[in-house]
């Protein structure tokens, strides 16, 4: 089930994805229910989660922001109780299948449907989609797949090593089939970065210090410097500061962003022609675009600075645990992944909808659910 769960949030979006995706998270929500409680979410994404309720008071489209509190609410609570019932190891692997069987499908698409496994627009044509509305879409589940494959072949429990090297390999063809540049370097420095963590663990305490201040550092710079950081990749990437003209998107959002800068337009409100705010937007950028390709001005859009604040602490709060436990030389390699994942998401929002997608959400939804504490009398996941 929860297989089911990540497949269908990482496909979306498509034809009617938002009531699929609440309906696949209610089957799993009765599902979690036969087999033990209900957990909830994290404090950090519950009260996220909180405030994106109370914008429905002032939302732009209070019924798309009601819709959307319900799918996310939904999806995140099945994600904690399902995965409450299960070990670490197998938590990960549910998410590995979903992303196999997406990755393996899309190829079939590609091949034998190139109307379907292709790009259509006119910039790069016939690049790799598979299952995935757009090539920036599938990109970016290929890269949190090629991370998790790399770190699945790490992990003395996770089965053949060989395996899900093949599968990392596979999924970063996969990105060089998509023809998307900043996913091959997201993905890239990401990969590299688990590695060095994963064998820094090892390493003296002051060693490790300085890879996580490292760590840190590159979490820091992104969310409180994005401008910076943009110029950065762009450079690395060969490109202009427009980012393939994302700057127009941009534009376009950020004098709606200094009208509400505290409160946001309601959580899922925008990006649909039912606010009028949005249909501005696509008049003023001269198309129309299904989010601001940026997820902090995505946050701001939609839930202000409180909401982005929010959200800076669910990320603070993966990182700083799975920082003090890989600082401490506890449990293995198992916090590498929930750190490493915050900062590609972290990096990847510079471009893209990345940690405010149904699926990218649910990643930072399991990477705190696998470095939260755990009462005293209760059995971990994973740890029996």
């Not at 769960?5 to 699929?20: M, N, Q």
């Not at 998410?95 to 990755?103: D, G, K, T, W």
């Not at 998509?178 to 090892?202: D, F, H, I, Q």
């Amino acid at each position: 089930m929860l297989t089911l769960l990540f497949a269908v949030t990482a496909a979306a979006p498509f034809a009617g994805s938002g009531p699929v995706v609440f309906l696949v998270a209610v089957l799993a929500l009765g599902y979690a229910v036969l087999n033990g409680p209900l957990r909830p979410p994290p404090l950090a994404v519950t009260g996220f989660l909180a405030w994106c309720g109370v914008t429905v008071a002032w939302s732009a489209a209070p019924g798309q922001t009601v819709r959307g509190v319900l799918v996310t609410g939904a999806t995140t609570l099945a994600v904690c109780s399902l995965a409450a019932g299960l070990s670490r190891v197998l938590v990960l692997r549910s998410m590995a299948r979903a992303l196999q069987f997406l990755i393996a499908v899309g190829w079939v698409a590609y091949l034998a449907v190139p109307s379907i496994g292709t790009e259509q627009e006119a910039y790069h044509s016939g690049a790799w989609t598979g299952l995935f509305a757009q090539r920036n879409t599938a990109a970016f589940i290929l890269a949190v797949a090629t991370l998790l494959f790399t770190f699945l072949a790490l992990l003395p429990e996770a089965g053949s090593r060989r395996t899900w090297l093949a599968w990392a390999g596979i999924s970063l063809v996969t990105i060089l089939a998509a023809e998307s540049g900043t996913g091959l370097a997201v993905t890239v420095v990401s990969a590299a970065l688990l590695v060095a963590v994963t064998v820094a663990r090892r390493w003296s305490r002051a060693a490790k210090r300085a890879v996580l201040a490292v760590l840190g550092t590159v979490a820091a710079v992104v969310v409180l410097n994005v401008a910076a950081t943009v110029s950065l990749v762009t450079g690395l990437l060969g490109r202009d500061d427009t980012l393939t003209g994302r700057t127009v998107i941009w534009a376009a959002v950020e004098p709606f962003i200094a009208a509400r800068p505290v409160l946001g337009y309601g959580w899922q409100a925008l990006w649909t022609p039912d606010a009028v705010e949005t249909r501005i937007m696509w008049a003023t950028a001269h198309f129309p675009f299904p989010h601001a390709h940026n997820s902090y001005l995505d946050a701001l859009a939609q839930t202000g600075a409180v909401g982005l604040a929010l959200l800076v602490v669910v990320f603070l709060t993966v990182l700083v645990r799975a920082g003090r436990h890989l600082l401490r030389g506890e449990d293995g390699v198992w916090p590498a992944w929930p750190a490493v994942v915050c900062v590609m998401l972290l990096l990847y929002g510079i471009s893209e909808q990345s940690f405010l997608g149904y699926f990218g959400f649910l990643v930072v939804v399991t990477a705190a659910v696998l470095v939260r504490p755990v009462p005293a009398g209760v059995v971990a996941p994973g740890v029996r």
